[in-house]
């Protein structure tokens, strides 16, 4: 299995997770239509992806190598991982559950009860 592979499964087994492809080769993955993570891939290739972190999270991962502020979403501090090898699978397995994470806290309580 591909590491693409491997991203795509992991954020959508989370409950409620869809994905829809947009901004071009963009795979947007959403829960009750919010974003909580892009993916850009070319020809099944991974090229790079973006989530949500808190501020704390924002200021280490932008200090390593191959990550940046994400752009159009660093001042809600989203981060660009621009050499997927800048983390390990398990590392960023447990990033793309937190994006989701933070991104299921901002929803309306009703949304969060029925997600589980």
């Known amino acids: 299995m591909s590491r693409l592979d491997d991203v795509r499964?992991?954020?959508?087994?989370?409950?409620?997770?869809?994905?829809?492809?947009?901004?071009?080769?963009c795979l947007v993955f959403k829960v009750a239509g919010?974003?909580?993570?892009?993916?850009?891939?070319?020809?099944?290739?991974?090229?790079?992806?973006?989530?949500?972190?808190?501020?704390?999270e924002f200021a280490e991962l932008t200090e390593i190598d191959g990550i940046r502020q994400a752009p159009y979403f660093?001042?809600?501090?989203?981060?660009?991982?621009?050499d997927p090898a800048a983390l390990a699978a398990a590392e960023l397995a447990?990033?793309?559950?937190r994006s989701y994470a933070l991104v299921v806290a901002g929803l309306p309580q009703k949304t969060r009860r029925l997600l589980g």
């Open 34 to 56: 919010k974003v909580f993570l892009v993916v850009a891939e070319e020809a099944g290739i991974l090229l790079s992806l973006s989530f949500k972190c808190t501020p704390d």
């Open 9 to 25: 499964t992991g954020a959508l087994a989370l409950p409620g997770a869809t994905v829809v492809r947009q901004w071009g080769n």
């Open 74 to 82: 660093a001042r809600r501090h989203w981060v660009q991982v621009e």
């Open 94 to 97: 447990a990033r793309i559950r």
